[in-house]
């Protein structure tokens, strides 16, 4: 007879879990959601809990997070529902749930084999994504299985597998209190760094969404947050701000730091129309407006200004007014695009831009127009605290602008109505509120739709009177400035500061403008340098520190006259400012200036920039030309190491700790001058929070010592110092042609310092040695200083054959 067994055992292993699995997530590379439920319509039958779990969870990923941005979830959902195969799969996997909750609460103690057919506890935490993700309707006893079969195995979930759990609670507006209480205790008892930071923001974002109020939990993320604040993204930033603000619990580390990054990078467009809405208001309702912050952001916000929902809008006015940022062009900008969307924004939303306006931009009367005339047939839908606070702002455009608006007769005959119908009480009709509305969440990492928010600034309430004559005066007085900055009046002067031959005022600055005149006896255009004066704080504009590049100021006071770069520093610095550069490979601070409260230091100039910069502008030129290769010859990369080198031993020379020193061997703290000479900037507290410094080089720049958590010494310095410029030289010696970024991070994700690939790196003889010796590639120890020094020596001259 014909032996069978074979086919038998083939057909078996056909059906079996582990190869269902592979055909689902292969189908899901290849065919997207779609693939996925064919393959469900064939096996269906023979899959356990682990595969509909993920059966479901490609389906949702590749519908929604990676599908067609222009389609809405429902839009989505609606197209998965014409294929058979994904209701039948909701239903197996709502009968398996049941199946599993029933059997593991009647034994426990199930042997292996038949736990496999069952949903394991860590698949609930997928499937509870997935409905989340699809915004699937209907499935509240599903959920409530789900938390019940979540809660024993918690403590054995993933990081990532808890925080979305709870998004996807958070998001459904599902109430399980005890998988909550379970989640909380679980954050509560986790070990530093064992949760990612985007984890954590999601964490705080999804318990301020579930109004899970734990102020111990949100510190405790918060204390590890700020040391990760550099990595965070914008839509991370957003949500964690907009978490602590919403459950009103005060760090002000946090929102430092966090204010920082974004400040830092809202010039890289990244940031959202929503995400920039929630991190403006989270700032200014936590009482935490960063200048800075509010500052950058103008820009960005001008530019996303047609972008902008109607919720986004008021948002972003009702923070500015709130935190006494008061930029009038932007404010003009943005009441423009209102004024030309009028009918969009609903009466409570023109309410609460009229507030903000009456306090940012009162002589706009053309938006005052538009909105009184789109709220007047609306006037008494309005509650009392809008009513009053319209009524407020008209009367504010009325006493700037001199002018009648008609609405607000209106608005007082309204209020004496209600008043005489005792609908208004007497508290809210006489006293002062600064109580705001409540605002609706945003969307965690999840990939789904943005979801609106809105809040409303409420002022004071007021009653029929209005004294015009004490809205006049009140006009005159000086605008307030940003928090923590002096009050300016147009006859306000910067105080002049006294001396020590360090600290200077800012009338020693002049900002350098090229201007075209025609010439007097010629027909050509002329180019002349004009200088001119700057103004009481605008050097925060000027310095480098919110992102953006510094402009060069030219110096004069005494015998300094030089052009410089400002940068911002929290405190007057104790050490690192020299009027004069005595050591050759060090760039020190010529002078510290004073801007009123604020302190910049100055720079000089270095006509070539950053390490960096020069890098990005080399890789350009290459990549415009098509162009292969390293990024710079072997003797230029030998002459700038040698140089950083010596800057590294100048500066401990001098004093400065090793660790200090250390993190200076980085691409944005060598610079490059017009004769081509490398100077190492002396490091200096910015301001930044203390934490930033040493997460930003992990996140970077580090050496396996640091990688460690060790302390750098007078016996280790050498080995970081030796690992850096391995770094920088393998940077240098990479090819362009294989698409690396030269400031690519050289840690794992377990924060292990990772090995380089040797194959992209174009270097060859001597110079490669020195690589494989400093990131002791093959040895524990770093090459001896004076060998180190005498072969680079050697390639810089170009005596010798490197490529």
């Not at 990595?231 to 919403?246: D, G």
């Not at 935190?323 to 023109?350: F, G």
């Not at 006489?430 to 809105?454: K, L, R």
């Not at 002329?526 to 605008?538: F, I, M």
């Amino acid at each position: 007879g014909v032996n069978h067994s074979h086919h038998f055992r083939d057909s078996a292993y056909a059906r079996s879990p582990k190869v269902i699995n592979r055909k689902l997530t292969d189908a899901a590379g290849k065919g997207g959601a779609q693939a996925v439920l064919d393959v469900v319509a064939n096996e269906l039958h023979n899959m356990n809990g682990v595969n509909m779990a993920t059966a479901l969870h490609r389906v949702a990923r590749h519908s929604v997070c990676e599908g067609n941005d222009s389609a809405t979830t429902e839009d989505v959902v609606n197209s998965l529902a014409l294929h058979p195969a994904f209701s039948a799969l909701i239903a197996a996997i709502e009968r398996n749930a049941m199946a599993s909750l029933a059997t593991l609460s009647q034994d426990p103690g199930l042997a292996q084999s038949e736990k496999d057919s069952l949903l394991p506890p860590q698949c609930t935490s997928i499937v509870a994504w997935s409905i989340a993700t699809l915004r699937l309707k209907g499935k509240e006893p599903l959920l409530s299985i789900l938390a019940e079969l979540a809660q024993p195995g918690i403590l054995e979930f993933k990081p990532y597998e808890v925080t979305n759990i709870l998004w996807a609670y958070a998001k459904l507006d599902f109430v399980a209190p005890q998988l909550f209480r379970n989640i909380a205790g679980c954050l509560r008892n986790r070990l530093k760094w064992e949760y990612k930071a985007q984890c954590l923001s999601m964490a705080v974002w999804s318990l301020a969404v579930a109004r899970w109020r734990d102020p111990e939990l949100f510190q405790s993320i918060a204390e590890e947050l700020v040391e990760q604040a550099p990595i965070l993204r914008p839509q991370e930033i957003s949500n964690t701000l907009w978490a602590f603000a919403k459950q009103e619990i005060s760090h002000p580390a946090l929102f430092e730091a966090l204010a920082w990054h974004a400040a830092e990078i809202l010039s890289t467009n990244h940031f959202k129309p929503q995400e920039l809405a929630d991190t403006l208001w989270a700032c200014a309702a936590s009482g935490n407006a960063s200048p800075g912050l509010f500052q950058n952001a103008s820009s960005a916000v001008l530019r996303r200004a047609s972008d902008l929902r109607t919720k986004q809008m008021c948002d972003i006015l009702w923070a500015y007014a709130k935190a006494d940022i008061l930029n009038q062009e932007l404010a003009s900008k943005l009441l423009d695009v209102v004024t030309s969307r009028v009918s969009l924004y609903s009466s409570q939303e023109l309410c609460s831009v009229a507030t903000s306006a009456a306090k940012l931009c009162p002589q706009h009367l053309i938006f005052v127009k538009a909105c009184s005339s789109s709220v007047s047939p609306n006037i008494s839908k309005l509650d009392n605290q809008l009513l009053a606070d319209f009524a407020k702002a008209i009367a504010t455009f009325e006493a700037c602008n001199r002018t009648q608006i008609p609405v607000l007769q209106t608005l007082k005959q309204e209020q004496r109505i209600r008043r005489n119908k005792n609908t208004m009480t007497p508290s809210a009709a006489d006293y002062p509120s600064s109580t705001a509305t409540e605002h609706s969440a945003t969307t965690a990492s999840s990939g789904s739709e943005e979801d609106s928010s809105q809040s409303s600034m409420q002022g004071d309430v007021t009653d029929e009177s209005y004294d015009t004559q004490a809205f006049s005066e009140a006009l005159q007085q000086p605008l307030r400035g940003p928090p923590g900055l002096e009050e300016v009046s147009p006859s306000f002067h910067a105080p002049v500061a006294k001396s020590d031959g360090r600290l200077l005022p800012m009338t020693c600055l002049r900002e350098e403008r090229a201007v075209q005149r025609h010439g007097e006896i010629s027909e050509l255009w002329a180019t002349e340098v004009t200088e001119l004066s700057l103004q009481p704080g605008t050097l925060l504009q000027k310095c480098g520190s919110l992102g953006t590049r510094p402009t060069p100021l030219r110096l004069r006071y005494g015998m300094l006259d030089m052009c410089v770069v400002l940068r911002q520093v929290r405190t007057m610095p104790q050490s690192s400012v020299c009027p004069w550069q005595n050591t050759p490979s060090v760039m020190r601070a010529v002078a510290v200036i004073a801007d009123g409260p604020n302190l910049f230091l100055a720079y000089p100039l270095a006509a070539n920039g950053n390490l960096r910069e020069c890098l990005l502008r080399r890789i350009s030129n290459m990549q415009n030309h098509k162009v292969s290769g390293c990024l710079m010859e072997a003797s230029r990369a030998a002459r700038i190491l040698y140089q950083v080198i010596a800057g590294a031993e100048a500066l401990l020379e001098s004093g400065e700790s090793p660790a200090s020193v250390a993190s200076c061997i980085n691409p944005t703290s060598i610079f490059i001058d017009a004769s081509e000479s490398v100077k190492v900037r002396a490091p200096v507290d910015t301001g930044r929070p203390s934490a930033w410094r040493k997460v930003f080089l992990a996140s970077k720049w580090i050496s396996p010592e640091e990688a460690l958590d060790m302390p750098i010494d007078s016996n280790n310095v050498w080995s970081v110092i030796c690992y850096r410029v391995g770094l920088l030289l393998y940077c240098f010696g990479t090819q362009v042609g294989a698409n690396r970024d030269y400031n690519m991070p050289f840690i794992n994700e377990d924060n292990q310092t990772k090995a380089v690939n040797l194959e992209d790196f174009g270097f060859t003889g001597l110079i490669r040695n020195i690589l494989q010796d400093c990131l002791r590639l093959g040895s524990t120890e770093p090459p001896q200083r004076s060998v180190l020094m005498a072969v680079l020596d050697v390639i810089a001259a170009g005596s010798q054959d490197v490529r």
